[in-house]
């Protein structure tokens, strides 16, 4: 699966890899934030999280448009604080409300909007929603702890299982 030049945390070639399909309007990927920080904080070092967008425009009409806010947000270096504040205000993401929280995390809120306005982010997001569809991806979230798939929130345990059993093959 392609995650080249997709927004990622962790060491580039960090043993674990964890990619993420998530839908900014998704309850349940909101609930799962608390989880992958834990995570990350967990093993620091060892794993790498790599961010794939999934909007299911069907049931979640605004969040393709977030998702192409918080690239906008990546071109500025603040991805992952853009990520964070649109679950944080989860689920307000009228155009207005994606520009005041540009505006929140510092960005430059006229480069923000230029780059909105524009559609930039348009086909990279449709991208995910491709590389996610050949993966067979339906819902969100979905992961694949280096290649091991992991649908919807799951506990920290699970996640904890299989990164450990990950890390044990890399020995």
Not at 135 to 157: A, C, K
């Amino acid at each position: 699966m392609p995650i080249t030049g997709a927004p990622s945390k962790g060491p580039e070639y960090a043993p674990v890899t964890i990619v993420k399909f998530e839908d900014f309007q998704c309850p349940f990927c909101k609930e799962f934030q608390p989880t992958i920080t834990e995570l990350l904080s967990r093993y620091d070092g060892k794993i790498r999280l790599v961010h794939k967008d999934l909007s299911l425009d069907s049931i979640h009409p605004k969040a393709r448009r977030a998702a192409e806010a918080a690239r906008c947000a990546d071109e500025q270096g603040k991805f992952w604080n853009y990520h964070d504040i649109l679950y944080a205000n989860y689920p307000k993401a009228s155009e207005e409300n994606l520009k005041n929280l540009a505006k929140e995390v510092g960005l430059d809120v006229n480069a923000f909007h230029r780059c909105l306005s524009s559609g930039k982010f348009k086909a990279t997001v449709q991208r995910d929603l491709i590389d996610g569809a050949k993966l067979g991806v339906t819902g969100t979230p979905t992961f694949f702890i280096n290649g091991r798939e992991i649908s919807g929130n799951q506990d920290l345990e699970i996640f904890g299982a299989i990164i450990d059993e990950e890390l044990g093959r890399t020995r």
